[in-house]
């Protein structure tokens, strides 16, 4: 399935949201529905214990793994509400609410409950701003889902509170075991959904774990496999946390070293784009454009101690943003089967910056 020619591609493509809305929903609606190849990495417990992912996972049996199927049902969910064609709206919502039933989430959950590890804590991130997408969407047939996401909450606020209770020290590496993306995604939907006593464990362990933080080393960013910037995630989860007037000084401190040119404000080089590590390196762009939109905003609101950091920002978010689009919606599966995820979130922070 050709999913290029519904979006403009190349440097002077338009990166608003609604030039790429069909393509989008094309993209998820074709992973959310394709179910091999799929990495399972279920933990067998003995020779019988042989089944089939979507037996395990009948929520999220597509779209290459758990975490990717997760946050493809995020996307299109998302772009119900946005505002698609009406044959893919019809579509998606369909098999929404095929997949998303109040049966199938409370298997997801009781899944997750029995196995407290797994997909920590990205997979976690992803469905916890699934939970609060579906219960804020101002689309009625995806908001009519919501109830049946109660005991998937329910876990995931104890599952999350156990891990930073029982963790001295987060992870800071730049791909799903990072600690402080995970935090913010869970962080803005404990908020949503009015989960206050999770947004304190959060707010918690972010200062905590971050709080101290000076003088991050972005030189040493990135590795050949890295969809996420190590800094640049923490700094996007202590914008969320602290006010103004605490987080221009944090930020002050930890972004000192953020200078013109640096290659974390610059797209990556991707040399093969059917290799599934290197294919990270688009998603980097598409994540540090999204990030720095948000740590720009948060900077200039902070005063005029940030602007100067704010501008460089600013200039290269949009470079990182172009460089990673075409991908989402290539042939590659590797790169096809979550890349268009972060790049809507990336168009969501280049427009609320905008207003």
Same mark, same amino acid.
């Given at each position: 399935?050709?999913?290029?020619?519904?979006?403009?591609? /190349?440097?002077?493509?338009?990166?608003?949201?609604?030039?790429?809305?069909?393509?989008?929903?094309?993209?998820?609606?074709?992973?959310?529905?394709?179910?091999?190849? &799929?990495?399972?990495?279920?933990?067998?417990?003995?020779?019988?214990?042989?089944?089939?992912?979507?037996?395990?996972?009948?929520?999220?049996?597509?779209?290459?793994?758990?975490?990717?199927?997760?946050?493809?049902?995020?996307?299109?969910?998302?772009?119900?509400?946005?505002?698609?064609?009406? @044959?893919?709206?019809?579509?998606?919502?369909?098999?929404?609410?095929?997949?998303?039933? =109040?049966?199938?989430?409370?298997?997801?959950?009781? &899944?997750?409950?029995?196995?407290?590890? &797994?997909?920590?804590? &990205?997979?976690?991130?992803?469905?916890? %701003?699934? *939970?609060?997408?579906?219960?804020?969407?101002?689309?009625?047939?995806?908001?009519?889902?919501?109830?049946?996401?109660?005991?998937?909450?329910?876990?995931?606020?104890?599952?999350?509170?156990?891990?930073? @209770? /029982?963790?001295?020290?987060?992870?800071?590496?730049?791909?799903?075991?990072?600690?402080?993306?995970?935090?913010?995604?869970?962080?803005?939907?404990?908020?949503?959904?009015?989960?206050?006593?999770?947004? *304190?464990?959060?707010?918690?362990? *972010? %200062?905590?774990?971050?709080?101290?933080?000076?003088?991050?080393?972005?030189?040493?960013?990135?590795? /050949?496999? +890295?969809?996420?910037?190590?800094?640049?995630?923490?700094? @996007?989860?202590?914008?969320?946390?602290?006010?103004?007037?605490?987080?221009?000084?944090?930020?002050?401190?930890?972004?000192?070293?953020?200078?013109?040119?640096? #290659?974390?404000?610059?797209?990556?080089?991707?040399?093969?784009?059917? !290799?599934?590590?290197?294919?990270?390196?688009? /998603?980097?762009?598409?994540? %540090?454009?999204?990030?720095?939109?948000?740590?720009?905003?948060?900077?200039? *609101?902070?005063? #005029?101690?940030?602007? =100067?950091?704010?501008?460089?920002? !600013?200039?290269?978010?949009?470079?990182?943003?172009?460089?990673?689009? #075409?991908?989402?919606?290539?042939?590659?599966?590797?790169?096809?089967?979550?890349?268009?995820?972060?790049?809507? +979130?990336?168009? =969501?922070? %280049?427009?609320?910056?905008?207003?």
């Amino acid at each position: 399935m050709s999913h290029s020619d519904p979006a403009p591609t /190349g440097a002077s493509a338009d990166l608003g949201r609604s030039a790429w809305a069909a393509g989008f929903a094309a993209v998820a609606l074709d992973n959310i529905t394709r179910e091999y190849p &799929y990495a399972s990495h279920h933990t067998t417990s003995g020779p019988d214990d042989r089944a089939l992912p979507v037996e395990l996972h009948p929520a999220f049996a597509t779209s290459y793994d758990w975490h990717s199927s997760v946050h493809m049902h995020w996307l299109a969910a998302r772009l119900v509400a946005f505002g698609v064609p009406a @044959d893919l709206e019809a579509r998606i919502t369909s098999v929404l609410q095929a997949h998303l039933s =109040e049966a199938h989430l409370a298997t997801e959950a009781a &899944y997750l409950r029995a196995t407290p590890h &797994y997909e920590r804590p &990205y997979g976690w991130a992803w469905l916890m %701003r699934l *939970a609060a997408e579906v219960s804020a969407s101002e689309a009625p047939a995806v908001r009519a889902l919501a109830p049946g996401f109660a005991p998937v909450v329910e876990v995931l606020e104890d599952l999350v509170t156990r891990w930073v @209770d /029982g963790a001295a020290h987060p992870v800071r590496h730049g791909v799903h075991s990072n600690s402080a993306f995970g935090l913010l995604l869970v962080l803005e939907g404990a908020r949503s959904l009015g989960r206050h006593d999770l947004v *304190a464990t959060v707010e918690r362990a *972010a %200062r905590e774990w971050f709080g101290a933080d000076a003088g991050w080393p972005f030189a040493w960013e990135r590795s /050949g496999h +890295d969809f996420l910037s190590a800094g640049l995630a923490e700094a @996007d989860l202590m914008r969320a946390v602290l006010p103004a007037d605490e987080f221009a000084p944090w930020a002050r401190s930890f972004l000192v070293q953020v200078t013109e040119g640096d #290659a974390v404000l610059t797209p990556t080089v991707v040399r093969d784009e059917n !290799d599934p590590q290197q294919v990270h390196l688009f /998603g980097l762009d598409l994540s %540090r454009a999204g990030s720095a939109r948000r740590i720009a905003d948060a900077l200039r *609101a902070a005063g #005029a101690d940030g602007v =100067e950091t704010a501008a460089l920002l !600013d200039a290269a978010a949009d470079s990182l943003l172009a460089a990673g689009l #075409a991908a989402s919606v290539g042939e590659e599966y590797y790169s096809t089967h979550w890349l268009a995820s972060f790049a809507w +979130d990336a168009m =969501e922070a %280049r427009e609320h910056a905008a207003r």
